[in-house]
Structure formats: C-alpha cells, structure tokens
C-alpha cells in the first residue's frame, strides 16, 4: 500500500538552514530542568510531498554498537559525529558530511532499526529495501525507516549529509507493550521511505544535537531519547495512541526513597533507567513516567543534579582537588561535561564557585 501528498516543492538549502535551526533549538528544551515534551511537538519544519511504502517485515534482536562500530569500518570517510564510546545503550547514532563523494556503494542487512534523516541529498542515489525502490535522491528533511532484518543495497555520488540511528528491536518491542499495551510480536515496523513527520524529526535532531554536543546528557537521556523516538515511530506505523499520564500516577514514596538512595550510592558511576527501574520494580517506561511524576524531573536530569550537588561540596571542603577530579568523583564522564552542567544549574564555573566559596 503507498500514500501519496502533494504540497510545495522547498530548496533543499533553505530546509537544511531550518532543521539546522531547529536542531538548536531542540537541544536547548530538552536540556532544560523540566522539559516540556509537548514543545518537540511545536518545532515543526514546512511540508512537502511524501511518499510512503508499506509492508511486512522481520525483525530480530541486534546490537546497535556492533552495527555502528561495523559501519565505521565501512565507509570510507570519517563521521562528522558519533556516538561510538559515548556508553550509550538501545540507541547509537552517526552524522555523515561528504562533499563531492565520487561514489560510495554499500550492501547488509542492519540488526536494529535504523532511522536516516536526510540533512543535505547527494546528487545523485539509487536505493532499495523491502519495497522500498528509490533511483532519486530525497529532498532535504525526509525520513527513511529501515527495519532490522532488511536486505538494503544504496549508491550514493555527490556530496551528502545524513544523520543514522540505531533502534534496537527490544527497546520498541518494550514501549509497544508498556506504552500502548499492544502484542509486541505482533507489532511490525515496516520499511518507509519519504517520510513527513515534524514529531519524529524533531526527537531525531535532539538526538543529533545530543551527538554534536558529545553526549553531555549522558547515557541516561539517551535512554530517554530512544523512548520518545519510539513513541512517534509506533504512533505512525499504527495509529497507536499512548496511554495517558494518570494512568501510572506518582511512585509511592517507599519506592521514590529507595530509587533515590540507590542513586545516591551509585552517582559515581552510570546508574542506568533500567537499574532504576529495578529497584523501583518497575518496568523503564513506568519508572519513568511515576519517578517524574514524584519528584519533577526526568532520572537522567535528577542523577545530573545529584552529581552537581556533590560536585559543590568538593569544591567547597576539598580546595586541594584539581577540577578533573572533582569531576570524577561527582560522577561526570569528562570534565567538560561537568563543567557544562555546572555553569547550567548553578549560573557560574566551577571555578568561579570555588573563589566565591573561598571568599564566604
């Protein structure tokens, strides 16, 4: 079955300055202490025709760091961006930027699903997965879905510019039956071409702007990224709707102390969302959902906090500590990433606190 909408053709050079723009502009909401999903939803980009393919698909259980680790070994130019080595889990992603690619020819069959967003089309391109036959290159700002299992030959010639995500099936098979109650082996992500969606690519350029920013958010909002492109995904491929928010409620305050003491004794590590979840017994969704509910905040935002607490005790009883280690021992992966979250929450360098700490 395909659906075709007409609508204005756009330059491909104006989108791409449009969903670069965006692209900021969805980064700086997610960052921010209590993220407003519904604003992902309002950073819509202009419309413009698509065409959809529809149709079965088999899927089975990847590993989304092995198919990126394996592409990279493929392709012959280096990424703009990657998430290789960032410990993301369920989700990786890789940015391409090529100018004046002579040719590029690739052939396999993705365990995940995969997700490519066309930021700059190449000249030209001859594509084929599943139903999906394409011998002219996408208009800037379309999206493919690529289920995992799926045989795909592409060419490409010309420069190009693509943004890649990695979706283990698990992770969809989880939010099907958490989020909309439905037979996660009965629900199939069909392999699409062209597609138009302003939810689904604003998630896929929070992503790319987490990609760029080098993973500041940690693994935990990448966690929290995968969920959300899942939503959209399924939404679309099944006219799906979520079950409302009141239907989890507010994590018993029982759970909400013992997840929050687990937290705090493992804050120099990578508590995941799915360890959480498992103190709270919970699955990830739920845990999710109720832990905001309790406290305000995402997991991953309420960890980042945490650590930035502890980082201020450091910084005011250990003068002696360089800010590398005060970095380690709150729990950040780098001290750019500590500093960054830092001046965020607080309003001033670690530095900056220290003095003032000094002079008080």
Not at 48 to 72: C, D, I, V
Not at 130 to 158: F, L, N
Not at 270 to 290: D, G, I, K, N
Request: contains cysteine; proline residues 7%.
């Amino acid at each position: 079955m395909s659906l075709e909408l007409k609508s204005l053709e756009l330059d491909g050079e104006d989108l791409a300055r449009e969903i670069l723009a965006c692209e900021n502009k969805v980064h700086e909401t997610f960052l921010r202490s209590q993220p407003d999903v519904e604003a992902f939803q309002k950073l819509t980009l202009p419309d413009y025709p698509y065409t959809t393919h529809r149709g079965a698909s088999w899927t089975r259980e990847g590993n989304s760091f092995k198919e990126l680790e394996a592409l990279q070994k493929t392709v012959p130019f280096a990424p703009l961006a990657t998430s290789y080595g960032m410990g993301w889990k369920g989700l990786q992603a890789v940015r391409y930027r090529k100018n004046d690619l002579s040719e590029l020819s690739w052939a396999g069959t993705p365990g995940t699903h995969v997700l490519v967003l066309t930021i700059r089309p190449p000249q030209k391109m001859q594509l084929q997965y599943g139903e999906v036959k394409r011998d002219v290159p996408p208009p800037a700002g379309w999206i493919r879905v690529v289920p995992a299992g799926s045989s795909v030959r592409v060419r490409w010639q010309g420069s190009l510019e693509l943004l890649l995500i990695y979706l283990e099936p698990s992770i969809v098979a989880g939010v099907a039956a958490e989020s909309f109650e439905s037979d996660p082996t009965r629900t199939v992500v069909p392999p699409l071409d062209g597609l138009n969606m302003p939810e689904l690519r604003s998630a896929m350029l929070a992503v790319d702007a987490e990609l760029r920013a080098g993973g500041r958010g940690g693994p935990l909002m990448a966690e929290s990224l995968a969920t959300i492109l899942t939503v959209h995904l399924i939404r679309h491929t099944t006219g799906a709707h979520r079950l409302p928010a009141s239907a989890d409620g507010v994590l018993p305050h029982r759970k909400l102390r013992t997840v929050i003491e687990y937290i705090m004794e493992n804050l120099g590590g990578s508590p995941t969302l799915e360890q959480m979840a498992a103190v709270a017994h919970l699955s990830p969704y739920h845990f999710a959902r109720q832990f905001k509910a309790a406290t305000g905040l995402a997991p991953y935002q309420y960890v980042i906090e945490r650590r930035v607490e502890r980082a201020q005790e450091l910084l005011r009883e250990e003068d002696d500590l360089c800010l590398g280690e005060v970095a380690f021992r709150a729990g950040f992966s780098d001290q750019s990433h500590f500093s960054s979250h830092f001046k965020r929450i607080v309003g001033v360098t670690p530095r900056q606190f220290r003095i003032s700490a000094r002079m008080a």
